[in-house]
Nanobody
Framework: VRLVESGGELVQARGSLRLSCRTS????????MGWYRQPPGKQLELVAA???????NYTDPVKGRFTISRNNAWNTVYLQMNSLKHEDTADYYC?????????WGQGTQVTVSS
């Protein structure tokens, strides 16, 4: 199982980024996918998740600004981030569970300058 994130970079406040997470080794379309983040000096937190059926949920601070989506043909999950704030600065990770084990990507860094 492999998850590879991309798309993180330095961006100005109020800007936008789209993160991607390409997966391999799983039957992607049947798996719930999540995006997590870890701000500097803080704990890992769930940002958004999308079920196999396309049901989405978000943590309150990102509601209305972030959108999670998936492309089952490309085995990829996305996180569209708009109206970025300094507090969105973090390492972002995608995650899935396969055979009762959690798998994570290597992360992609998002830095929002204020």
């Amino acid at each position: 199982v492999r998850l590879v994130e991309s798309g993180g970079e330095l961006v100005q406040a109020r800007g936008s980024l789209r993160l991607s997470c390409r997966t391999s080794g799983i039957n992607f379309k049947i798996h719930r996918m999540g995006w997590y983040r870890q701000p500097p000096g803080k704990q890992l937190e769930l940002v958004a998740a999308i079920s196999a059926d396309g049901i989405k949920n978000y943590t309150d601070p990102v509601k209305g600004r972030f959108t999670i989506s998936r492309n089952n043909a490309w085995n990829t999950v996305y996180l569209q981030m708009n109206s970025l704030k300094h507090e969105d600065t973090a390492d972002y990770y995608c995650q899935t569970t396969y055979e009762s084990l959690n798998y994570w990507g290597q992360g992609t860094q998002v830095t929002v300058s204020s």
